[in-house]
């Protein structure tokens, strides 16, 4: 393992400076935390609000990521009350927490780690604590004790699996007073923690035990290449290219949304094919998490599915039957540690592994799913480790499950922000690149919708894809170019959105095209085009996006960009009114044959929306041409047409489709929304 130390860049830093520089290197390692997990201390003397000496403990905040740490994401606490509770017998995890609260120094700041008495207790000044691959790999076996003391003689010592909590702290704390002698300690089916008398010799060692027991472990591989069995279902031998996952994402998803919308992630990396190709990892992965800190995110297990179908259609249902046996299980590991005061939690797993196709991984957005992939990595590597070293064991199932419902672990999802209004649904817009489309994919990814733009427009997809998610988070955008004429077109990109997020939930139907022409003077091919695109493309649209809606089975919606011509139609504008007309009609059917799964279909009729629009750029002449106005004069003479007298922007429109694709139009289906600003011409009759 790589020591990232470097006495140039923490030349000059102390204190809390110090401790945030060593935790960014501990975090810039995966193989030693990830996401979120591990923390780290400093005990040092401060002046305190009245400027008196005071001996203070740095800890990081619950819920901070290593890796991004920074002064402000740790908690300053008055050391000597803290360590007056080693005098006590025991304390609940509740009576900790309280005392916690009293032992700040100062209001706003971020709520201390669950083992904060644990790093109080350790009697040096610099303390670190990291659920290392290598470590956990040593731990998680039955021999774990002997294995240890026989790797690391006197330097470490060993406490048996603990949960978390005041007696952990003081076990912790006892062992490092009596051996002052010692470098850390390693928690059984847990991590490592290493302290020094500085940052640098605690951090030292921490990469030191890690490499120490990374070398025996490629010794124990060697000699045991193939302890969970030879690959026998091998990598790639399920899939057929893109179609297989396209047709299976969806059924999962139908399946594990039932409470609540999932993202979902797919993985096929040869490190994932490679582990459950192998036989043993069918049994080998239903033992446990590598560490009890993961299960919040990864759940007791995945769902493994064994010798999965070569038949898609067989493969589906055996998916299904597998995600409702593990509702079933799951819902039974409940029930056998009931008690009245917890509240059932998603009963389907966060991870699907199926041989010879990949891993399915979920989460409430695409970062979600992301967490679970990246943990499940360390989890069969560690599995991995354990079997060549002896066999993987993990905590047992009742520890698992007082984990799992851990109120202080439950605690911090209640410290998440209210889900948004659109998080966990996926929200397909064709004609994103500009105008009402590009304004719409914002104004969904505002709402936590994760969105997939499509436009005819290369550099404009990239751009509009690039903005939301520098706006709103890595992923919260994907996108691929579209044009919804072309048949194979849409059901490739349909196919890219469900592998991007694993499903559907929404379709924006707005590209669209416009020619203004008098019938007389309008050709063939003019006509035609309108047709291709204003109706033939809706179609496309609303045809694939019905398949993927239907074969999830959560309903789901369609909105419709249509325009104030199809009520109100005006000269030279045949091509355009007489094709968006069409796509009305198309929708309107649309409503009245999936009403019964769910799917709700309305319409928007916009009316003069210029700004940020490629149609009007191109058409805004022949326009201004058939109102008799001059082209400078036209924007003044649209909104001097409406009622309100106001300009149409394609924000306005996109509150509108917001409007129409949400729970709050949830009795709305077939329906025509105008945003022009009041036209009454267009009034619905
Ligand atoms: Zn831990």
Redesign the pocket.
């Known amino acids: 393992m790589k020591n990232l130390w470097s006495d140039k860049d923490s030349k000059k830093l102390s204190g809390v400076e110090m401790l945030a520089y060593t935790s960014r290197l501990i975090g810039a390692n995966p193989d030693l935390v990830v996401w979120g ?2 923390n780290s201390s400093i005990k040092c003397l401060e002046p305190d609000h009245k400027g008196q000496e005071t001996q203070v403990m740095y800890i990081k905040g619950s819920g901070s990521d290593m890796r991004t740490i920074e002064k402000k994401h740790f908690t300053r606490l008055r050391l000597e009350e803290l360590q007056l509770l080693e005098e006590r017998e025991a304390m609940t995890d509740e009576e900790m927490v309280e005392y916690l609260g009293h032992t700040m120094m100062g209001g706003n700041q971020p709520r201390p780690s669950i ?1 904060t008495l644990l790093h109080a207790f350790v009697p040096h000044d610099h303390v670190y ?1 990291t ?1 290392a691959d290598a470590i956990t790999s040593l731990t998680d076996t039955p021999g774990s004790q002997a294995l240890i003391r026989k790797l690391f003689g006197k330097e470490l010592g060993f406490v048996p699996y603990t949960r ?1 909590g005041f007696t952990l702290s003081k076990w912790v704390g006892k062992i490092a007073k009596v051996d002052l002698n010692l470098k850390g300690v390693i928690l059984d089916k ?2 490592l923690i290493t302290w020094g008398r500085t940052a640098k010799e605690a951090y030292d060692r921490t990469i030191s035990f890690c490499s120490k027991a990374e070398k025996f472990i490629q010794a124990a591989k060697r000699k045991r290449p193939a302890s969970l069995g030879r690959v026998t279902v091998k990598p790639g031998s399920l899939v057929e290219g893109l179609k297989r996952r396209v047709d299976l994402l969806p059924v999962i998803r139908g399946t594990v949304s039932e409470s609540q919308r999932m993202i979902l992630l797919f993985d096929d990396s040869p490190e994932v094919l490679d582990f459950i190709g192998r036989p043993g990892a069918a049994r080998a992965s239903q033992l446990g998490p590598m ?1 009890p ?1 993961h299960i919040m995110h990864i759940k007791p297990k995945p769902l493994f599915i064994q010798n999965p179908s070569k038949d898609p259609a067989k493969l589906a249902q055996q998916l299904k039957a597998g995600l409702l046996l593990y509702k079933k299980n799951y819902l039974s590991y409940f029930n056998r540690y009931k008690d009245p005061k917890l509240t059932q939690l998603d009963p389907y797993p966060r991870i699907i592994l199926i041989p010879g196709l990949g891993m399915v991984t979920t989460g409430k957005n695409w970062q979600a799913a992301k967490i679970v992939q990246d943990l499940y990595h360390h989890n069969l590597r560690v599995i991995q480790n354990s079997s060549a070293i002896s066999r993987f064991q993990a905590i047992n199932e009742k520890e698992i499950h007082r984990f799992e419902y851990w109120p202080l672990e439950n605690y911090k999802l209640t410290l998440l922000p209210k889900e948004k209004e659109f998080s966990r649904q996926v929200v397909l817009v064709t004609g994103g690149a500009s105008g009402i489309g590009r304004a719409t994919a914002f104004a969904f990814a505002r709402e936590g919708a994760q969105v997939f733009v499509t436009d005819l427009n290369v550099q404009g997809t990239t751009e509009t894809v690039e903005a939301i998610c520098q706006k709103y988070g890595a992923h919260a955008a994907e996108g691929c170019v579209l044009n919804v004429g072309d048949e194979k077109g849409v059901q490739t990109a349909f196919e890219k959105c469900v592998l991007a997020f694993g499903g559907l939930d929404i379709v924006f139907s707005n590209a669209g095209v416009a020619k203004s022409s008098s019938i007389k003077n309008l050709t063939l091919p003019e006509w035609e085009q309108n047709l291709k695109v204003n109706a033939t493309g809706h179609f496309l649209v609303a045809r694939e996006a019905v398949r993927i809606l239907q074969k999830q089975g959560l309903g789901g919606n369609f909105v419709l960009n249509a325009t104030k011509n199809v009520t109100a139609p005006g000269k030279d504008f045949a091509a355009y009114s007489s094709s968006k007309a069409a796509s009305v009609q198309l929708a309107r059917i649309l409503a009245i044959e999936h009403g019964e799964d769910g799917i709700r279909v309305n319409i928007v009729n916009p009316d003069a929306v210029f700004e940020g629009s490629k149609l009007w750029e191109q058409m805004s002449r022949q326009r201004a041409k058939a109102h008799g106005v001059s082209i400078e004069k036209l924007k003044e003479f649209y909104v001097q047409r409406n009622l309100l007298k106001v300009q149409v922007r394609a924000e306005d429109v996109a509150e509108a489709v917001l409007f129409l694709a949400s729970s709050r139009a949830a009795k709305t289906t077939g329906a025509m929304l105008p945003v022009d600003g009041g036209v009454k011409e267009a009034f619905l009759r």
């Open positions: 997990g591990g083992e604590h659920h978390p847990h991590g560490t800190d």
